[in-house]
């Protein structure tokens, strides 16, 4: 129930996701309307096409930097909370370094303006496993250390932490961030980032055929798989204001494994699979990351535990992938 603000006597929660098509945003759409209904989430995306994907929910076609655009849908609809999930990713990042300052940027301070305006009751932004680099501790990364950000990502990641945790202590925003490691999921394919080998692998194991990976087989990088993820967001988002002590972002960690382990563990169900690698730019931005983190604090917190280890993933994966996205010969 929205207690805050404008909406103090809205009799119900009103959800906004912005980027609600993405890799994230398709599963966490689905959660949110499972646990509000879906009259009260409203899925947003640019193309209109991705109305296909939300039958289960409301659909709304929106361009994030159209602030009026956002403005005006947040207040006709009397939204409580917005899901900005929106965002140029590590590798896409790379190629137009201006527009995914832009949109990572922009985008975020509208949402936090209008939160403030408008006295929304909570916000949730998603920072990355992205704001750490060369200087940082490489493995089980501390909450709290040195960050050196060298993709424009990363150091827009950084950036919107910061102006998250100022909303928060300066206006009351309740701002809500966890620092995703690489997501990994079969429901939805991943868009420009650095740890999407990790996804592409299971559709070359389906399909029977070999995967060249962009990285070499010993980086060693953060991931979870998606189900710990969303229960993650939501576990965060559904925590008491005052166990929330972390406004910037909160450290995650699910798994840590290299492009040699992650086909082991398929190999045990697929048995012909082959790898061999191939490295590009992708590999500069993954040695700038951790090997794995120190998420103790979201643990102390708000209780998070993830569920899922290297090879109940994959068996999971290879089981229901094949009825998402049937393989191609
Ligand atoms: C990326 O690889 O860019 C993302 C991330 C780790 O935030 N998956």
New binding site residues.
Partial sequence: MATTGYLKDHPMDKILVIGAAGQLGSELTRALADQFGGDQVIATDLRAAASVQFPYCRFEVLDVMDKDALGALVKKERVTQIYHLAAV???TGEKNPQFAWQLNMDSLLYVLELAKECGLDKIYWPS???VFGPSTPKTHTPQFCEKDPNTV?GISKLAGEGWCNYYFEKYGVDVRSLR????IGYKSL?G?????YAVDIYHKAIANKPFTCFLSEDTYLPMMYMPDAIKATLDLMNAPKEAVKIRSSYNLAGMSFSPKEIFASIKKEVPNFEINYQGDFRQAIADS?PDSIDDSRAQADWGWKPSYDLDSMSKDILKHLPAFFPPQS
């Fill in positions: 990713l590590s590798a990355s496993i992205a990502y995703y490691p690489g997501l991943p420009g980032g650095t740890t999407d990351w």
